[in-house]
């Protein structure tokens, strides 16, 4: 699309003229600590005033020009991520690349739709709209399309949803920012349970950690008053050592409490960038607005209290500084002070931590969801409504390009199961998988590509492609039926939509007919909604005795200059045409 061009040609400059900025200050860096040190050098051999005035400014100078080559620095890494993503969506759209995460964390063969509509995987749905950077919005993703939502939440992810989808430059934005939180799920885990334990400093330590730097403090400055004496030092470097003591009573806590924090503070000065964006931000859809709510729930904002807590955390990095620490520890116990300030935190908002961190997953599921809506104006929100309505004008599969998909339309609601038939790769399975995953897509809330459709939300059960249990010793047949029978009992408890793809493979001609018929027979008698595909015909001879819930649909085949030639258009019906014979006789088989 024009518009990711254009937004890679802006940051694109952006980026190269950072990098001019960039180098400007890396220069003056350099020339100003070069001036501090020989000016300094100077003044201290001449004693000249203008010399030591010249030395400061230029250390001065230096430790400005520092502060600005950091924040260009940050923004040119920003800039450069930017162009990343608009290169990655790009390479998406018009090359079909799928450089995104495809959720294999979630597979799970027995689940009882995302193994056979391809929802994780290589090449499925959820590598398709994935657009999630930190971990939390990759599980609150995966979980969004593990099951049907409530009525009430998906509307509002649609409403959501429709107003994030124009705002292209702050969801990149906000995506670009959770890319370089480069978090992971040991740093996600272990904040969202980071209140399980809450350590306390005892009282006598409290004391001493006040006690013993003001008594050291004292006896310094007695120490280097004219005519001291040098006791008043000597014990001062005693407090020194009792400080260190203090300290070492307390590491193995600290450690424990900071085990996990290598770098952490610059995930969460990103996660509090992230949350900020949430909260400067006026919005107008309901769910939008509750996410801000429940980060302004308490007197100081979410990114704030994130954000103090990476400073602790940056400060307590700087335990590992050898003789830094040592200094700082031994004459004011500052990772002492650090490490309470951790725990009152802690004790205050660690409660909030998962609560916090639970919004910045589901903001990236709706922009993922909001990206989705961008990239194919053509999908739209299927209406909702509780009366086992589901209707399709011009249903299409989400994943398969614009410039090769075939839409069909589809009503459930006189006729509420269909008997599919067609030949060999006349699209019956995709029929299904078009059915099935357009049906995962709107009970999580999001657009699905329909002209137009109005559907109540259904659990959705299916049986289209099983393999073999070789661990479990089961068969092909066995998992079959297994899986039918989980279909039969979900059915025992609420209305479910239903997709059975040439079931019974595993069994010979006659009991597959019959198995199939009494399948089908059982699962209107159930109520379901769905389709089911075969190749037997007689099966659809069973419309005629259930001629007000039953209806015959197919895909044919032409063979037009000795060519097959698939329409994949959905007509009333039984097929009639064949192609197996036609296709082994073409290829020289038979």
Not at 17 to 42: C, D, E, T, W
Not at 142 to 156: D, F, M, P
Request: charged share 20%; proline share 2%; with cysteine.
């Amino acid at each position: 699309m024009q518009i990711y061009h254009e937004r890679k040609a802006v940051h694109d400059a952006a980026v190269q003229q950072l990098k001019q900025q960039f180098n400007r200050l890396a220069f003056a860096r350099l020339l100003s600590i070069v001036l501090a040190l020989v000016f300094g050098y100077l003044a201290i051999r001449s004693e000249n005033t203008v010399q030591w005035i010249v030395a400061i400014t230029s250390f001065a100078a230096f430790v400005v020009f520092m502060r600005l080559h950091f924040g260009v620095k940050r923004r040119l890494v920003l800039e450069q991520t930017l162009v990343k993503i608009n290169e990655t969506e790009l390479a998406f759209l018009e090359k079909q690349e799928l450089p995104f995460d495809g959720g294999n964390r979630f597979l799970e063969a027995n689940h009882t739709y995302t193994y056979d509509l391809d929802i994780f995987g290589e090449h499925s749905l959820f590598q398709h709209l994935n657009r999630t950077q930190t971990f939390m919005g990759n599980r609150s993703l995966g979980q969004s399309l593990l099951s049907k939502s409530e009525a009430e939440t998906i509307r509002n992810r649609q409403e959501a949803i429709a107003e994030l989808a124009p705002l292209l430059e702050w969801r990149q934005l906000f995506t670009a920012k959770a890319l370089l939180a480069n978090d992971n799920e040991k740093i996600s885990d272990t904040l969202r349970s980071w209140n399980n334990d809450q350590p306390k400093v005892s009282l006598v330590t409290v004391v001493l950690s006040y006690g013993l730097p003001a008594l050291g403090g004292i006896l310094t400055i007695l120490g280097f008053l004219k005519g001291s004496s040098p006791l008043f030092l000597n014990l001062a470097v005693t407090v020194f050592i009792f400080n260190l003591i203090v300290l070492a009573s307390q590491l193995k806590k600290m450690n424990a409490e900071i085990a996990f924090a290598d770098k952490i503070n610059q995930t969460l000065v990103r996660y509090s960038e992230l949350l900020q964006a949430i909260e400067e931000r006026e919005w107008k859809s309901e769910l939008l607005i509750d996410i801000k709510r429940k980060l302004n729930s308490s007197q100081v904002a979410a990114s704030k209290q994130i954000h103090t807590l990476s400073r602790i955390f940056a400060s307590l990095e700087s335990l590992q500084n050898g003789m830094g620490a040592i200094i700082f520890n031994g004459t004011v116990l500052f990772h002492l002070h650090t490490y309470r300030k951790l725990l009152r935190w802690k004790s205050t908002h660690a409660g909030e931590l998962d609560n916090w961190l639970q919004q910045i997953g589901e903001t990236e599921v709706l922009l993922s969801f909001a990206n989705l809506y961008f990239n194919n104006p053509d999908f739209n929100f299927p209406e909702l409504n509780d009366k086992a309505v589901l209707r399709f004008e011009e249903l299409g599969h989400p994943l398969i390009s614009a410039s090769k998909r075939v839409s069909n339309s589809v009503d459930f609601s006189d006729k509420q199961f269909i008997v599919l038939t067609g030949s060999n790769m006349s699209g019956k399975s995709t029929f299904l998988r078009t059915l099935g995953v357009n049906l995962v897509l709107a009970n999580a809330g999001a657009p699905i590509c329909v002209k137009s459709a109005n559907i109540q939300p259904m659990d959705i059960l299916v049986s289209m492609r099983l393999s073999d249990s070789l661990s479990d010793s089961e068969s092909y047949f066995f998992a079959e039926v297994k899986r039918l029978k989980e279909i039969m009992t979900e059915l025992e408890n609420r209305r479910c939509f239903i997709l059975l793809d040439e079931i019974l493979r595993g069994t010979n001609s006659d009991d597959k007919r019959t198995g199939t018929i009494e399948v089908l027979k059982k699962v209107i008698a159930k109520n379901a909604i769905g389709a089911i595909a075969t190749h037997d015909l007689e099966v659809c001879n069973t419309t005629d005795e259930y001629p007000q819930l039953l209806v015959n649909k197919c895909f044919e085949v032409e063979i037009i200059n000795n060519e097959l030639k698939f329409d994949y258009r959905l007509r009333d019906g039984i097929c009639q045409n064949k192609s197996a014979t036609f296709l082994m006789k073409k290829m020289g088989v038979i």
